[in-house]
């Protein structure tokens, strides 16, 4: 089987606790009035950011990048704006990491048309190599020790895709899990793997016949 290596890395809740510690430490005595979530991804850290700062007003626009995990979309475009008028408050744009920028990079333009006093932006995880660095984030991410990352909130999604990249024609369970092994650094217990391909099946988007998996 031919493929190029994406190096995967499922990150816990633990860290993803730790990372916003790390932020809030970070702001420290600075007050902001309202969180700017950019969904998908920003949805989650966003609130829990928000929650850490006791920052009640949370509003959101998307960006759109990455499509099927791993593999990039395109440039960067805002889907849906911020329909909130911000004028005279002092922003915190959130998202959950930075890849390029570009998402980011859109989402803080797009909220400074918004008419805010101050904007800042962070991330729990910067690459090194984004066009953009935020002005808080937990950790940064060098081309040595990048992974594609699984957060919690879109492990399903994520781990559905990554199994229908190891199919490459009709494949057996054991075939396809060696795959996610060598492809992506990725061991999931045969219980959540073999739901995963339930899933799959029932949404038609492979086939199982005896021991075969095919994608449709």
Request: aromatic share 10%.
């Amino acid at each position: 089987m031919d493929f190029q290596k994406v190096p995967s890395r499922v990150v816990s809740w633990e860290e993803i606790e730790r990372w916003a510690e790390i932020i809030v430490e970070k702001i420290g005595d600075f007050k902001f009035d309202c969180v700017i979530s950019v969904i998908r991804g920003g949805l989650v850290p966003s609130r829990i950011v928000a929650d850490y700062l006791s920052i009640k007003d949370i509003f959101t626009l998307k960006t759109e990048h990455w499509g099927i995990t791993a593999t990039p979309d395109g440039k960067a475009v805002v889907t849906y704006p911020i329909v909130k008028d911000l004028n005279g408050r002092s922003v915190l744009v959130v998202d959950d990491i930075t890849d390029t920028g570009q998402s980011l990079k859109l989402a803080i333009e797009a909220t400074k048309q918004k008419n805010p006093k101050v904007v800042r932006s962070a991330t729990f995880l910067h690459i090194k190599k984004s066009e953009i660095a935020p002005d808080y984030y937990a950790e940064e991410i060098t081309a040595d020790n990048w992974k594609w990352f699984i957060f919690p909130w879109n492990r399903k999604e994520d781990l559905r895709n990554l199994i229908l990249n190891c199919i490459d024609g009709p494949s057996t369970k054991d075939r396809i899990s060696n795959c996610l092994a060598v492809k992506n650094d990725l061991f999931i217990s045969r219980r959540e793997f073999d739901e995963t391909i339930s899933w799959l099946e029932t949404h038609d988007k492979v086939s199982v016949s005896e021991d075969k998996v095919s994608k449709i």
